[in-house]
């Protein structure tokens, strides 16, 4: 069974770095053997910005260079954000906080439940898609996510 692996901010960077540090390079060997295995990646408009604004910032062209290469490797690689994915990311913070569950400070973005609601978005039975991520926390409340090093081909 193919799977659609969506990419958080964290294992994104590491798999853009251009600096060749272990992180990085078990990032590219994992990312590797999930493409063999048949399985397809995902980076959501939002993980791309959490990457892109800090490249900007610290001036990284490398950086935001090969985070470029990355989403345009596969013409269905980069995933925009679409008013139907912010409006069900609306829905699923509004929800969240009635519960009691908050996610982020409540006047920040929370790229989080951005990023959860892009994921549904897709349309995908939940069993066909994760999100890979350095932090389950917040992302597992509303969809499948894991720790990329624990998803394997």
Known sequence: MSLTVLLDSGPLGLLTNPKRTQDTIDATQWAIA???AGHRFVVPAIADYEVRRELIRARKAKGLSSLDRWNTARPDRYLPLSDSALRLGAD????ARNAGTATADPKELDADVLIAAQALDIGLPSSDF???????????L??????????KP
């Open 34 to 36: 999930m493409m063999l």
């Open 92 to 95: 699923l913070w509004a929800r």
């Open 130 to 140: 994760v999100i890979a991520t350095v932090n389950v926390g917040h992302l597992a």
């Open 142 to 151: 509303f969809v499948p996510a894991d720790l990329w090093t624990n998803i």
